[in-house]
Every structure is written in C-alpha cells, then in structure tokens.
C-alpha cells in the first residue's frame, strides 16, 4: 500500500506527526544551511577542519534549539528540563562531526587534490554527517527531549485509587 493511500485512509501517520516532522525538517535545513556555510568558509580560509566544525556546530546549534523548542514542539517560557539532553545530544552530534572531518581531511590532505576540491569533500563529510544524524535526533528530541508529560487523568484524583475487586 503506498503512502498516499495509507494518508488519505487515516492509517498513516497523523496530521499533527507529519506537521511536526515538516517542522524539525525546516528548522534543520536554517541550521544546516547557516553550519554549513560556517564551516566551509571557515575551512576555506585556513581553520583546521576541528576549529571549522565548532564554529559552524555553534552557528548552526543555536538558532536550530531556539527553532525546535519554540516552534516545532511548541515549549514556551524560559528553558527547563529540556536544555540539558538536548546539549548532550548536540554536543555528541558535533563531537562525531569534528571527528569525521577531521578524519576526512587528513585522507584528503594525503589525495593532494585541490584546496577547492579539499574544501568540497570535508564539507560534504560534515554535511554528511549531520544526514545521519537527522532522523535519530528527531527520535531522541521528540521522545526525551520536548517529551509532554502526560496529562494527569481527570477522572482520578491524585491520591486516590479504584479499589481493585478480589
């Protein structure tokens, strides 16, 4: 059964998870765009591959928190219990960045090639790595880090039990 058909019979995902989805998915492509550029810039003049990859991870981390938080799940007010997990999430994210293009740009180093074609080829590692990443991130934002607590049910005051029959 393809997608349109489970979408336009209700056994597909809901409005509101496909919403949510096209949400992260456009807040990631601001972040992605602004990191990326961060990092080729930065690489391109110089910046060994490790400084380019925490430059555009903060470029690209802020404005990417501010974006997920407020707009795509809808947290208002000042930062809470989400900004801890979310940090390690990001920082695990830009510590195997850093990691790859490091790797990428010694390999490329030794290839001799280009300073133009260098710069392509570990951009496209960071660009690469964060592709990875996405759909585990919006996983682990969704699930532990915007998480709602459930509603308390109303049926039942807290404290108080249904007794169970024996």
Known sequence: MGILTKLSNGSGPSRTRLLLWAKYSASSVVATVLSQAAFA?????GTAALVASLVAWVTGTVPSYLMNRRWTWGHRGPAGR?????AIIVVTSAVLAAIVTTVTDRLVQDWTVSHAWQTV?????????YGVLFILKFVLFDRYVFARKPAPDAAEPAGERTPVAT
């Open 41 to 45: 810039l930065c690489y391109w003049f």
């Open 121 to 129: 080829i570990v951009s496209g590692s960071y660009l690469g790595t």
């Open 82 to 86: 989400d900004l801890l997990p979310y």
